[in-house]
T-cell receptor
Framework: EPEVTQTPSHQVTQMGQEVILRCVPISNHLYFYWYRQILGQKVEFLVSFYNNEISEKSEIFDDQFSVERPDGSNFTLKIRSTKLEDSAMYFC?????????????FGPGTRLTVL | GNSVTQMEGPVTLSEEAFLTINCTYTATGYPSLFWYVQYPGEGLQLLLKATKADDKGSNKGFEATYRKETTSFHLEKGSVQVSDSAVYFCALSDKYNFNKFYFGSGTKLNVKP
């Protein structure tokens, strides 16, 4: 069964460093998402991406964040200068986009630890 | 605005016990409602969903009914197994904006043999 994959599973970085989290969505899906979950808190929407551009973003998704689909398979989240409060689990998701199909398929997540 | 509130965990049950995990929501319009499950080391997997009032979603013995009058979508299972141990997330998506899901904080279920 097709699945969303994410790498790495765990990333440790120093404050101020740039990180790139990688995702491979399901191949025929058209919509892509990033969510994050700070330990003990809710899963929060960060950004949605469709047709090579951001379609919606939350207030969390400030200028330090960017997303890209560099090729036909990868979808990346970049944090330019990490802060301690960026430590969280980051989930990638994708959705086909057909009429009535609003289910999002999630990856296993990348745990980001900022020291 | 849209939001989801679910009961805090962890919930610890013995095998074959009855499970209820409460979920209530606030939404503008008519959302679709979901339960996702996360097994250790894995991603969020869709467990079941309901797209309109009074719909019942069911899968693997789990059920949840979309109750518009009480704005609830409680997850139930009649007899839990050790393999059901996981974190369960209630979520909603706006009927007309599938761009983002609103999640509850997750409820960890531990089932003991």
């Amino acid at each position: 069964e097709p699945e969303v994959t994410q790498t790495p599973s765990h990333q440790v970085t120093q404050m101020g460093q740039e990180v790139i989290l990688r995702c491979v969505p399901i191949s025929n899906h058209l919509y892509f998402y990033w969510y994050r979950q700070i330990l003990g808190q809710k899963v929060e929407f960060l950004v949605s991406f469709y047709n090579n551009e951001i379609s919606e973003k939350s207030e969390i998704f400030d200028d330090q964040f960017s997303v890209e689909r560099p090729d036909g398979s990868n979808f990346t989240l970049k944090i330019r200068s990490t802060k301690l409060e960026d430590s969280a689990m980051y989930f990638c998701a994708s959705r086909w986009g057909g009429e009535g199909y609003n289910e999002q398929f999630f990856g296993p997540g990348t745990r980001l630890t900022v020291l | 605005g849209n939001s989801v509130t679910q009961m805090e965990g962890p919930v610890t049950l013995s095998e074959e016990a009855f499970l209820t995990i409460n979920c209530t929501y606030t939404a503008t319009g008519y959302p679709s409602l979901f339960w996702y499950v996360q097994y250790p080391g894995e991603g969020l997997q869709l467990l079941l969903k309901a797209t309109k009032a009074d719909d019942k979603g069911s899968n693997k013995g789990f059920e949840a009914t979309y109750r518009k009058e009480t704005t609830s979508f409680h997850l139930e299972k009649g007899s839990v197994q050790v393999s059901d141990s996981a974190v369960y997330f209630c979520a909603l998506s706006d009927k007309y904006n599938f761009n983002k899901f609103y999640f509850g904080s997750g409820t960890k279920l531990n089932v003991k043999p």
